[in-house]
């Protein structure tokens, strides 16, 4: 009998409510979930196809520990964790904090993991924390604290409701990440009233469903924003009232767009001038105008810059906080902190000197880090829900690197091609096997948080992340294996006090053991969570403990902005308010709202202490002199090294048999290219770039710009313990190709050669 059940999709940033048909233990059927407060129904292609990653021959059974000889040897999680928790000890008592680094989060496999395993970083006294969210959005995050006042002041787009909107560097039609991607661009290209302009060097299918589409010639976005703001402000298309209420900084700003030399920079981009100049008054004349970027900007050339850029288009012309055009938004689960690298000098790397954004690392700069010739090296480091022996920059650098440490510990569902080389590998259990939630909450002005119940027993040995952290920091003694009080008083305390007992013999424990309060969310998991209930899991199922800690996040909340909680509908006193958050997450298997602004609350997400924009931010307006001195440089083939296409999903989906096209991943060339090195559809060539070579397979693609060719992202991995299967794009990238400021690698402007091979 099939039975039907609420989860969510967290294949990309949308976060989609699903309905997921169960029989015997497997999918049957994954449909949208129409009662989900934000995706009302929509899903994509990637979603449909969930079980792949459920159930596939990769899946990890038990604990495994390398031996001498290579080979792994199944143990047991006591005899892991025990050694696991020694040798970290040692290594913190010998090297201190710096010698430890986490890697993970930010990707495709688990959200609410990272409240647990962050603690270990703490535990361990270290702050390096490396995740995939640092080799794309770092310098936006960075521009965010200069222009806003703090690096959590993320922006997010209306695209749905906005009259002009321009998609640079993204494909959203493949990628998604806006709001029921495919049927919103379809409508959007219908409305005759409506323009989309998409900036892209390949024709995607985004870009064919647009009004005017700027094939630029790929690194050249900081040229084209930069003769765009000067367009604007030529033109007198920008917003006087808003710039004079809302901004500071923009007479320096205005000085320096005066000096573009407009036509010439978009020669340099190798567009119609004419487009150009169209663009710039559609968007300035607009009523609502935004802007949705994402990777063909950010890992591209000038990524920082070009951030800053995109910025300022809405900016100059007034569309931020209002309806069709960019805004802040709220936020429930914290996925990055902010760490300004002028306040805080002490944690810098010791190979590179490199300061957080946000609180997080660049994968770019790790492999060095370890391979670092001092005392001062990283040595240990525990991968999570990552696999950088294929996504990070250069393969064989990391591969180099991971296996110089002292200790590796990958935690995954799979074995990946990381886990391959890790001293143990701990298997977690699946999203579905756990409860999960949907870590990106970008909406504006509604914004709903979506807690997962299990829909499947895990395998008999594996363990979600909340059980391994805790027992991991049981194992290193860092917290005691119980909390007989706290239990005591969370399992009697009447259901409609509202733990309030509990919380306030917590917070006297904390208060007296300082040394337990980093590992708040194990302690909350361990005693309210063994008494949490809801209705939504049935008796056979685990209880939600590992929603314990969302309880202070639901408080925290319920705290920071009343009004937008109430608004969403939550009812409740100063002291009552957060808890009725917090149950309408347990409770609800479609997700639950959790915030509901208004347009003009945007101003309160400023954080600048004059609660003003600063628009004249040096270092950008000194990147954005320099384009005038940069080298014109033109590679004969430029690889975009990696994109989103209809069948691939980063590393979640080992089992290629998920693949309903482009089984190998091909390599996309222009016809005229292709003719010149002798290849056609379907030919073997070798590829190769200052860092490697990869045999690829040629697919002719007239949709390129002559002289661009790309490789997809999300292949590469080893199924079975076979041969990899479609490009190990990540051989062909550096880690030295990045930006300067935030480090994000040039992933999109790899200068290559390409051979036909027999
Ligand atoms: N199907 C699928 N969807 C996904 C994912 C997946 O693996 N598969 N991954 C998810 C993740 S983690 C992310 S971060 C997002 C990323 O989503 P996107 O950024 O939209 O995806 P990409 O295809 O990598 O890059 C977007 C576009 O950038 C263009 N581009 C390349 N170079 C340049 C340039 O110099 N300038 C400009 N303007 N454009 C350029 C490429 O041609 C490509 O069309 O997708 C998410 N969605
Ligand atoms: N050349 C090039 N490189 C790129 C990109 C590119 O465009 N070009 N894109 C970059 C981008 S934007 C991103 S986001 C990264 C993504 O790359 P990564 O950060 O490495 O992450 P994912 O591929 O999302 O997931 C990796 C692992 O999570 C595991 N996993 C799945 N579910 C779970 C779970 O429940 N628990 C645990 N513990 N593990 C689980 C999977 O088995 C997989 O091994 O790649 C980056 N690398
Ligand atoms: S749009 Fe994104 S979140 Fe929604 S089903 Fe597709 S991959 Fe999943
Ligand atoms: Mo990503």
Not at 147 to 176: K, M, S, W, Y
Not at 204 to 218: I, M, S, W, Y
Not at 572 to 579: A, E, P, W
Request: hydrophobic share 40%; charged share 25%; proline share 6%.
């Amino acid at each position: 009998m099939t039975v039907v059940e609420q989860t969510a999709c967290i294949l990309c940033s949308r976060n989609c409510g699903l309905r997921v048909g169960i029989d015997e233990g497997r999918i049957t059927s994954v449909r949208g979930d129409d009662s989900h407060p934000v995706s009302k129904g929509y899903l994509c292609q990637k979603a449909a196809r969930l079980a792949y990653y459920q159930d596939n021959d990769d899946r990890l059974e038990h604990p495994l520990k390398r031996t001498a000889d290579g080979s792994f040897v199944r143990v047991s999680w006591d005899e892991a964790l025990a050694d696991i928790a020694q040798r970290l000890i040692a290594i913190r008592r010998d090297h201190g904090g710096r010698a430890f680094a986490f890697y993970g989060g930010g990707g495709q496999g688990n959200h609410l993991g990272g409240a647990y395993s962050r603690q270990l970083v703490k535990a361990m006294k270290s702050r390096f924390v490396y995740t995939a969210l640092a080799q794309e959005k770092t310098g936006d995050f960075w521009v965010n604290g200069r222009l806003f006042g703090d690096q959590r002041c993320h922006i997010t787009e209306d695209v749905e409701h906005a009259d002009v909107v321009l998609f640079l560097g993204t494909n959203p039609f493949q990628a998604h990440g806006i709001p029921n991607a495919r049927d919103t661009l379809k409508s959007l290209s219908k409305d005759a009233t409506r323009t989309v302009v998409v900036v892209d060097p390949r024709k995607t299918e985004t870009a064919k469903l647009a009004d005017v589409h700027l094939q630029l010639r790929p690194g050249t976005d900081a040229f084209l924003l930069a003769a765009i703001l000067a367009i604007l402000v030529r033109d007198g298309l920008t917003d006087r009232d808003f710039l004079a209420a809302r901004c500071v900084g923009f007479e320096a700003l205005e000085a320096e767009l005066r000096a573009i030399p407009i036509a010439e920079y978009v020669r340099r981009a190798d567009v119609p001038l004419a487009d150009v100049e169209t663009v710039a008054r559609a968007f300035g004349r607009a009523r609502s105008a935004c802007v949705r970027v994402d990777l063909g900007l950010q890992q591209s050339l000038h990524s920082t810059l070009n951030s800053y850029l995109e910025k300022l288009l809405f900016l100059l012309t007034g569309n931020l906080g209002k309806k069709g055009a960019n805004n802040f938004h709220s936020a429930f689960l914290p996925i990055l902190g902010h760490t300004d690298e002028r306040e805080d000098r002490h944690w810098r790397t010791a190979h590179h000197g490199m300061h957080p954004i946000g609180g997080l690392y660049p994968p770019n700069i790790l492999p060095s880090e370890i391979e670092h010739e001092g005392e001062d090296r990283v040595r240990a480091l525990v991968v999570d829900s990552a696999n950088p022996a294929l996504t990070g920059a250069n393969t064989a650098a990391y591969e180099r690197a991971l296996r110089k440490l002292e200790l590796l510990v990958v935690v995954d569902v799979a074995m990946s091609e990381t886990a391959r080389l890790a001293h143990y590998v701990l298997p977690a259990a699946t999203q579905l096997e756990k409860w999960e939630c949907t870590g990106f909450n970008l909406e504006f002005p509604d914004n709903a948080f979506h807690l997962r119940h299990p829909l499947f027993p895990p395998r008999p040995e594996a363990l979600p992340e909340p059980e391994i952290y805790t027992r991991l920091l049981e194992a290193m003694g860092e917290i005691p294996r119980s909390f007989p009080v706290l239990e005591r008083i969370a399992a009697r305390e009447p259901a409609r006090t509202r733990h309030v007992a509990f919380l306030g013999a917590l917070g006297a424990r904390l208060a007296t053991s300082k040394k337990l309060r980093p590992f708040g969310a194990s302690i909350l998991y361990r005693t309210l969570g063994r008494v949490l209930r809801t209705d939504r899991a049935r008796p056979d199922r685990v209880s939600p403990a590992a929603a314990a800690p969302l309880l202070a996040l639901a408080m925290e909340l319920a705290q920071k902005d009343p009004v937008a909680v109430r608004r969403a509908g939550h009812r409740g006193n100063r002291f009552t308010l957060g808890h009725a958050l917090f149950r309408a997450i347990l409770d609800r298997p479609e997700g639950a709202m959790v915030t509901s602004h208004r347009f003009e609350d945007t101003w309160s997400f400023l954080k600048h202490a004059d609660g003003k924009i600063h628009l004249d931010v040096p270092e950008m307006l000194a990147s954005l002199r320099a384009l005038a001195n940069e080298r014109e440089e033109a590679p004969d083939l430029v690889l975009i090294a990696g994109d989103r296409r209809a069948y691939n999903a980063n590393q979640i989906f080992r089992d290629p048999a998920w693949r309903r096209v482009d089984p190998h991943g091909a390599m996309r060339m222009h016809p005229r290219d292709a003719h010149r090195l002798g290849l056609t559809d379907g030919s073997r060539a070798m590829c190769t770039s200052d860092a490697g070579e990869i045999e690829v397979a040629i697919e002719i693609d007239d949709a390129l710009r002559p002289g661009v060719t790309i490789l997809p992202h999300g292949y590469g991995m080893k199924y079975r313990g076979g041969p990899p299967i479609g490009p190990e794009v990540n051989r062909l990238t550096t880690s030295e190709h990045c930006d300067p400021i935030a480090r994000t690698p040039f992933h999109k402007h790899v200068p290559v050669t390409v051979r036909a091979i027999a």
